[in-house]
């Protein structure tokens, strides 16, 4: 099996062993790397993530990435409107999106050229490796927005479905970043998942 992308090495960092979690494409990092790492991670955490891509379309900033014309264009300039059409997306109220918020995810996506970064991520040919998830032994947890507009909650079922030690958590009037959206509930139940030893066998 290979990563759709290209994961820095764990013995780069001397990590001995992790927990890891991820949201969107993030996630689909965590559960590649888990599946190849399986003796290094302790506990996984999918907020929201990539996978079961044939299933699906995927979220509409990799899309637009894609396409050649918009790359480019990408790597000269960043319309800010664009940047907060797709934030107000990701929430499931959109009245909630502050300036602030738009702020920071502004300046975190042009600052040290992680636009440019975003871009090289993207545009790889991302290879579906879900049929490898019952393999994933690790304690799992799965977090959803149930109005998550750029990956259906139908795929958290896939999720849990697949992975054996898994346990899925959905949330009611909640988007695409529930630990943004609902935070108290998210550090809540992910607080409660890492004190947990076992979850179902």
Avoid at 85 to 102: G, N, P, W
Wanted: glycine share 4%; charged share 20%.
């Amino acid at each position: 099996m290979s990563l759709p992308f290209t994961c820095l090495s764990s013995n780069k960092l001397n990590i001995k062993d992790c927990i890891m979690a991820g949201n969107s494409l993030g996630g689909m990092l965590c559960w590649e790397f888990s599946l190849l790492h399986q003796s290094l991670v302790k506990k996984l955490i999918l907020i929201d993530s990539v996978g079961f891509v044939n299933q699906w379309s995927m979220p509409k900033p990799v899309l637009q990435a894609q396409n050649i014309v918009f790359r480019n264009l990408l790597k000269l300039w960043m319309p800010r409107f664009i940047l907060e059409k797709h934030v107000k997306e990701v929430y499931a109220d959109s009245s909630k999106v502050s300036s602030t918020i738009l702020n920071r995810y502004y300046d975190l996506f042009i600052g040290e050229r992680n636009h440019l970064a975003f871009i090289d991520f993207v545009k790889q040919e991302i290879k579906d490796n879900s049929h490898h998830l019952p393999n994933l032994k690790i304690p799992t947890l799965i977090l959803w927005g149930r109005q998550d507009r750029w990956i259906p909650v139908r795929i958290a079922s896939l999720f849990a479905d697949a992975i054996p030690n898994s346990q899925l958590i959905i949330y009611e009037n909640c988007g695409h970043v529930p630990m943004e959206e609902m935070t108290e509930e998210t550090i809540r139940d992910v607080s409660e998942f890492l004190l947990v030893s076992q979850l179902k066998e």
